[in-house]
């Protein structure tokens, strides 16, 4: 496996990293909606949500463009992870 490749295996990581945060923040984001007790923080967290994953793949983006899609692979595959794991709680 080349350099290259072992970069590639990383942003891939990372992605996951962010999506298992982001969609779990997210679904934290959406309880504290619908609950209606503290709206303040649900919007500032959705602020910072939106932000960080906006931030990761701009430093991603400027890396390459492989860069870039293996992180956006990994967020993907952190999604479907948060997914199955809170579709129980959620029915």
Not at 42 to 48: D, T, W
Request: aromatic content about 10%; overall charge positive; glycine content about 14%.
């Amino acid at each position: 496996m080349t350099l290259a490749n072992c970069a590639l295996v990383l942003w891939f990581a990372a992605g996951c990293g962010l999506g298992l945060l982001y969609f779990g923040v997210l679904w934290w984001n959406v309880r504290l909606l619908t609950s209606g007790t503290k709206p303040v923080m649900a919007v500032l967290l959705g602020l910072a949500r939106f932000a960080g994953l906006g931030f990761a793949l701009f430093l991603a983006s400027h890396s390459g463009v492989l860069p870039l899609l293996s992180m956006g692979c990994g967020v993907l595959a952190g999604r479907g992870v948060v997914v199955r794991r809170l579709r129980p709680e959620a029915a």
